[in-house]
């Protein structure tokens, strides 16, 4: 059976900077409340309406692509993970697709939210042992800012959130020193109330109201305490569970590149894992939590700032809404 290795990685976000000053003019709030909380200093937020999730896909598959050395012609499957989907049907790698001038080619989406990279890339890898694909692009990619809330109302959770993509081109390798190793995931839908956007919904008729409007239904709404608490339990307990089923320790690993939902989280996160501060990436601090986006676009930056280079044992880490959370281990 083939491995699966992340044979190429690249990323995009749109220009637009906003700091947190510049939110503290929408709603009240500070950068000093923001960064204690959070450690995030500014988000990236798309240019302008018309901008899709599939739209900010582009470059960054392209980029994973000349990463990779391989044309965007040779790419056989795509999976794309987002929360945050051009529309409610049909999926975004259907429009990626096209946008990419793929056609025939199999698009799936995954709605695993900040755990939704390691979802797909669970995927990706067993497509790729089975022999079904060789460049599978991986795709996690979110625009968050067009579906904020940025009223008082809203603020806990308008402050996380940016715009952002990032993608990793997946395939067999014949190199016994690199590849994915495992990839395990888990959920747990008696959080998915805690984290979610409750409208518009099948479940409701019609799906969306101007009453439910009014009630600001359309926009996520979060226990950020539960979610904090979960997140600092279950993202060392799956970390420790993929190591150990694999015969590693915390003390092989050369970096850890866990989502970026608050720089809190991943600290405590750390320090259960015992890993020094140099061994953990954090960019959140310029991106803000950009979901599925998050675990490839701060290993991108990682190996394009040369923090992570071949054959370096990487451990990825999430949680998310669902609840959903995972680990994944990989030799660059
Ligand atoms: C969101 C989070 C930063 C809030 O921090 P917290 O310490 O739990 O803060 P609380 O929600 O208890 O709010 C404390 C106070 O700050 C206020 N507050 C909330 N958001 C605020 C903001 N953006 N600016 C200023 N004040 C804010 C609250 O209204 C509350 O005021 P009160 O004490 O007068 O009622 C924190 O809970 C968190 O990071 N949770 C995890 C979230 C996460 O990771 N989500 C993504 C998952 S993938």
Redesign the pocket.
């Given at each position: 059976m083939a491995k699966s290795a992340i044979l190429g990685l690249g990323h995009y976000v749109p220009s637009k900077v906003v700091t947190n000053d510049d939110l503290a003019q929408r709603?009240?709030?500070?950068d000093e409340?923001?960064q204690q909380?959070?450690g995030i200093v500014e988000r990236r937020y798309i240019e302008e309406s018309g901008i899709g999730a599939s739209d900010l896909a582009v470059p960054a598959v392209k980029n994973a692509c000349d990463d990779a050395g391989i044309a965007v012609s040779d790419i056989d499957a795509i999976i794309f993970a987002t929360l945050s989907p051009d529309h409610f049907f049909p999926g975004s790698g259907c429009f990626l697709q096209k946008k990419l001038g793929l056609p025939g080619v199999p698009a799936l989406d995954i709605r695993n939210?900040?755990s939704g990279f390691l979802y797909g890339l669970q995927i990706a890898d067993a497509w790729v042992r089975a022999g079904m694909y060789r460049r599978i692009a991986l795709v996690g990619c979110e625009v968050h800012s067009t579906g904020l809330d940025f009223s008082n109302e809203g603020?806990?959770?308008?402050?996380?959130f940016g715009d952002g993509a990032a993608c990793a081109i997946v395939g067999p390798t014949e190199d016994e020193s690199r590849g994915v190793i495992d990839v395990e995931v888990h959920a747990d839908g008696a959080g998915a109330e805690l984290?979610w956007i409750e409208a518009a919904s099948s479940a409701h008729d019609p799906r969306i109201t101007h009453e439910m409007i009014d009630q600001g239904l359309q926009y996520p709404n979060?226990n950020?305490?539960q979610?904090?608490r979960w997140?600092t339990e279950k993202m060392p307990e799956v970390s420790l569970s993929v190591l150990e089923r694999n015969g590693l320790t915390t003390a092989d690993i050369d970096l850890l590149v866990p989502?970026q939902?608050?720089r809190?989280?991943n600290e405590l996160v750390a320090r259960k894992l015992d890993l020094p501060a140099e061994k953990v990436v954090h960019n959140i601090q310029r991106f803000g939590?950009t979901?599925a986006a998050s675990i490839p676009l701060a290993l991108s930056e990682a190996i394009q700032q040369g923090r992570a280079k071949q054959g370096d044992l990487i451990l990825l880490a999430a949680?998310?809404?669902g609840f959903t959370w995972g680990a994944g281990l990989c030799r660059l």
């Open positions: 709603f009240e709030t500070s409340w923001i909380r959070t939210q900040c603020r806990d959770v308008t402050v996380l984290l979060m950020g305490k979610v904090f997140a989502h939902a608050n809190r989280i939590n979901t949680f998310g809404s």
